[in-house]
């Protein structure tokens, strides 16, 4: 097996890459002769294990024709693909579609996540998504639609092949997102959600008071091939933390998550009690 890149940086790389050569239409091996290369070495850079630098990459992207804006990306990538921890700044707002969040949910085996707030984006409803977005201080009017279909389409990685539990907060129960029809609506949908054998919704009771989520909201994927990441979001940015250690502490709230929360069926019949 060809050695993968373990960062998400890496991996965001090799994957844009990757897209970057399909694009052309031609095999790998046509634009290998075309830049004058084996095509081992195109296989190579693309999985992680090297062997061109960073004047050779920006060859083969001007062989691919690639657009000025993805080979600058492609580009910073590369520079920094072993480094792991990533800071990324969005600006006013998030990226429509976070493309390192998207891909690293649509190749997890598992995934963890704590919402203290609002519904995670995998299991929102599209009313309950628009009225998030429209209440968002920093969302082009004319943009929220396009984010309602991004957020919709990244649903398609809730299936089977991934393991994924999710923690909420009483109070993200009780919040009337959208008014009470969307918020009944939104209920009865993560009830039915929960019904899967691949989905597991767990709710800490406002009652428990003090808990360990009260440090914020956060993701933690797992992957078959390469190392765990967590993401933790903020308005402006998204923090990937992948360094062992940091990784090891996000473990612990999730065990204490795991002791306090209500269990599968204690969540199910609160969530539907709630909806009426």
Request: with cysteine; net charge neutral.
């Amino acid at each position: 097996m060809p050695k993968r890149f373990s960062t998400a940086r890496g991996r965001e790389f090799g994957e844009g890459l990757r897209a970057a050569i399909a694009a052309t239409g031609m095999t790998s091996r046509a634009v290998a002769e075309l830049v004058g290369w084996n095509e081992a070495k195109i296989s190579d850079l693309v999985n992680g294990k090297g062997g061109a630098t960073e004047l050779e990459l920006a060859l083969l992207l001007g062989t691919c024709r690639t657009p000025p804006e993805e080979r600058e990306h492609l580009l910073a990538l590369f520079r920094a693909t072993n480094v792991k921890g990533w800071l990324q700044e969005h600006g006013a707002a998030e990226p429509i579609q976070p493309r390192t969040l998207v891909r690293h949910e649509a190749t997890a085996k598992t995934l963890v996540s704590w919402q203290p707030l609002v519904v995670h984006g995998l299991l929102q409803i599209p009313e309950y998504t628009r009225a998030v977005v429209e209440a968002n201080a920093n969302v082009p009017e004319d943009e929220v639609e396009e984010r309602v279909a991004a957020r919709a389409a990244r649903k398609k990685a809730l299936q089977p092949s991934l393991k994924a539990t999710f923690y909420l907060h009483e109070t993200v129960l009780r919040t009337p997102v959208g008014g009470e029809e969307v918020m009944r609506a939104q209920l009865k949908h993560l009830a039915q959600v929960s019904r899967r054998t691949y989905v597991v919704i767990r709710v800490i009771p406002t009652s428990l008071g003090a808990h360990a989520g009260h440090s914020g909201p956060f993701v933690l994927m797992r992957f078959h091939n390469v190392e765990p990441v967590v993401f933790v979001e903020s308005e402006n940015a998204s923090l990937i933390i992948e360094a062992p250690l940091p990784i090891k502490s996000y473990d612990a709230v999730v065990e204490s998550l795991a002791r306090t929360a209500l269990d599968e069926e204690q969540s199910r019949r609160l969530i539907e009690d709630i909806a009426g």
